[in-house]
């Protein structure tokens, strides 16, 4: 069975309380190809291209403090922006639905601010493109995640999230082939992953039966809504502040990893600047290949065994123990390991999380809202380890290697996160 008639709707809330009709096989995959787009989207830049461009422009001596800035007030705008247009979202009563029109919104302007990117002549301008594609794609982002509940059903989130979870390793993977197969043109290198994540979101996006949302049933309005936008009271729901707070340390870890991983490997590994794009593809290849098969495998087990919990506790220890590995590394083979275990951990709880924090959203009918705060959650890393990491490394002496090991304690605290979480098993 397809996705409900998104004409259907019901004074108030109801339909957004009622669980969907099982979705077909069809739906399952431009969702995920779509998922996949929109990944790519701002992968492309944000593994390699951006950190590559900013060397370009100032020198490896001054690259991790500008891209510190440009990625920490980038992400900072995506804290905001994320909740914000899931809130507009969720009430949304445009004739081509409630989330279409925020992805169109959101492919058009993120593809402006990454061209901007492509061809910026300082980091001012960097810094403004950036912040622009983070808005915009953050935009696309919020309105993709509020498909999951909107018309996936509970008996099959865990198997959905489970193949969206296989969506960001293919990103990557695809992110990192595309810049390598044109390193010879910095604009290409932006624009090959451009060009293939639109075309996939803009399938998804043509295709898709849109919930509506009649203009009388809109949710409240006010400064005091506008407020709520950005949080979750935790006290009201602790389980989603516990969820919330396992992201969080978990996506710290993730996002040490790939902001610093272009300058780890020069540093640290020796690997010169020519082969950093082929390496950073070998080892997300690596990742990739292990997530793929572990993140569905899980998602299927959680939902036959109705728990979540425990996967996401292993999943975040074994992310652990891969960055451990990585930073002990004494050459691109031991990198390669911890990446390839990280795969694992990495694809494991993407695939069961998501599945939790749905099965412990606050309420239904606002749950593109609540969602955009949960993606605070992986927007405020990108924002708190460039803030963090100079500090760290002026303290190590520079040393990649201590900041990995600060990343590996981060993933194990999101493990322990999970154990007060009490309405999922």
């Not at 870890?253 to 082929?278: K, P, R, S, W």
């Not at 899980?298 to 652990?320: H, N």
């Amino acid at each position: 069975m397809e996705a409900p008639d998104p004409h259907l709707h019901h004074r108030g809330v109801a339909l957004a309380m009622l669980d969907p009709p099982q979705v077909g096989r069809r739906f399952v995959t431009l969702y995920a190809l779509s998922y996949a787009g929109g990944s790519l989207l701002l992968l492309g830049p944000l593994l390699v291209s951006l950190a590559l461009k900013v060397n370009d422009l100032v020198g490896i001596d001054d690259a991790p403090k500008n891209l510190a800035l440009v990625t920490g007030v980038g992400s900072l705008l995506a804290i905001v922006s994320n909740p914000l247009f899931g809130r507009l979202s969720d009430r949304t009563s445009s004739r081509l639905g409630m989330r279409r029109p925020w992805m169109i919104v959101g492919v058009a302007g993120g593809a402006l601010g990454t061209l901007t990117v492509a061809l910026a002549p300082n980091i001012g301008v960097v810094l403004v493109g950036w912040c622009m594609a983070q808005v915009f794609l953050n935009a696309l982002l919020a309105a993709q995640a509020a498909v999951l509940p909107d018309q996936v059903p509970t008996v099959q989130r865990g198997r959905v999230s489970g193949i969206l979870g296989v969506c960001l390793p293919v990103a990557s993977v695809a992110a990192t082939y595309l810049v390598q197969a044109f390193e010879g043109s910095r604009l290409m290198t932006f624009l090959a992953p451009l060009l293939v994540g639109c075309v996939l979101v803009g399938i998804f996006t043509s295709s898709l039966q849109d919930r509506r949302l009649d203009s009388a049933d809109k949710p409240p309005w006010s400064l005091k809504q506008l407020a709520g936008t950005f949080y979750v009271n935790p006290r009201a729901n602790p389980d989603f502040a516990w969820a919330f707070t396992s992201r969080f340390m978990l996506i710290v870890a993730y996002a040490f990893l790939v902001t610093y991983q272009a300058y780890f490997l020069i540093d640290e590994l020796g690997v010169v600047v020519a082969d950093v794009a082929h390496q950073i593809y070998l080892g997300t290849l690596v990742q990739s290949t292990a997530l793929i098969i572990a993140s569905p495998i899980t998602g299927q087990l959680s939902d036959r065994l109705q728990r979540r919990k425990v996967f996401v506790m292993a999943a975040a220890v074994i992310y652990a123990a891969a960055l451990v590995i990585i930073a002990t590394a004494s050459g691109t083979g031991g990198y390669l390991l911890g990446m390839g275990l990280g795969g694992v951990g990495f694809g494991m709880y993407m695939a069961v999380d998501l599945a939790l924090v749905v099965d412990v959203l606050p309420d239904a009918a606002s749950a593109a809202k609540d969602l955009g705060v949960l993606n605070m959650a992986g927007a405020l890393p990108f924002a708190l380890a460039p803030a963090v990491a100079p500090v760290i490394l002026a303290i190590s002496g520079n040393s990649y290697s201590v900041l990995y090991l600060v990343s590996g304690t981060c993933a194990a605290l999101g493990a322990l996160a999970v154990l007060p979480i009490h309405r999922v098993r």
